[in-house]
């Protein structure tokens, strides 16, 4: 997987942490679950790289979407560096409204 930006060999750590492109889509994707679910859910970065929220004072029902949010942010990052597109929000909010696995009706 190539990024395209710096031209140069993408590392996972590049991919997923260090990424101004990644690190950007992560804070959309956050506030936009954390508006959709009136929710106030801040992950660390180790919470958003495993998909497991821990410590949070939000009800279960919001920390299991969270946490699928999270899975599935994961592969919409990998999936789109891979074929070389831009990882975009709306791409993203249309994938989680039109798979038949989400976790729940607050997605």
Same mark, same amino acid.
């Given at each position: 997987m190539n990024a395209v930006s710096v031209g140069r060999k993408d590392s996972i750590d590049h991919a997923f942490i260090h990424c101004s492109f990644?690190?950007?889509?992560?804070?959309?994707?956050?506030?936009?679950?954390?508006?959709?679910?009136?929710?106030?859910?801040?992950?660390t970065t180790e919470e958003l790289l495993f998909?497991?929220?821990? @410590?949070?004072?939000?009800?279960?029902?919001?920390?299991? *979407?969270?946490? &699928? /949010? $999270?899975?599935?942010?994961g592969y919409h990052i990998y999936s789109?560096?891979?074929? @070389?597109?831009?990882?975009s929000l709306n791409d993203f909010i *249309?994938?989680? &409204? /039109? $798979?038949k696995i989400h976790a729940g009706k607050l997605l």
């Open positions: 990644t690190k950007s889509f992560v804070q959309k994707v956050t506030l936009w679950f954390n508006i959709t679910n009136n929710s106030q859910i801040f992950p998909g497991s929220i821990t @410590n949070s004072s939000e009800n279960n029902y919001a920390i299991k *979407n969270f946490n &699928y /949010t $999270t899975l599935f942010m789109s560096k891979l074929n @070389n597109k831009p990882i *249309n994938a989680i &409204y /039109t $798979t």
